[in-house]
């Protein structure tokens, strides 16, 4: 099992800068992905940014060159970082922090945070 706490929402105004955070610990060994997630009032949780293992990262065309996601090993935990930059109103939306482990058996597990509040005001 994996937990997963994000911190680091807020109001922020338009152009401004956030710096989101996700605690990943228990069995944080065998993390492969971790990635953000985001979902607006009345829209489909979308992909945000992804980090592999290996810190191969990918990102939302809406994104692209403004948020950049990191991760930090350490010891007992995990650490899941997105830089956001010149915020927008569209950026608005509940961030969630997610990763994917693979089990014993070779299949992958899912795991989520409870999600965190990014709100953008024009």
């Known amino acids: 099992q994996v937990q997963l706490v994000e911190s680091g929402g807020g109001l922020v105004q338009a152009g401004g800068s956030l710096r989101l955070s996700c605690a990943a610990s228990g069995s944080i060994f065998s993390i492969n992905a971790m990635a953000w997630h985001r979902q607006a009032p009345g829209k489909q949780r979308e992909p945000v940014a992804v980090i592999t293992s290996g810190g191969s990262t990918n990102y939302a065309d809406s994104v692209k060159g403004r948020f950049t996601i990191s991760r930090d090993n350490a010891k007992n935990t995990v650490y899941l970082y997105l830089q956001m930059n010149s915020l927008e109103p569209e950026d608005t939306a509940v961030y969630y922090c997610?990763?994917?482990?693979?089990?014993?058996?070779?299949?992958?597990?899912?795991?989520w945070g409870q999600g965190t509040q990014v709100t953008v005001s024009s």
């Open positions: 997610g990763a994917a482990r693979t089990t014993a058996w070779g299949t992958q597990d899912n795991y």
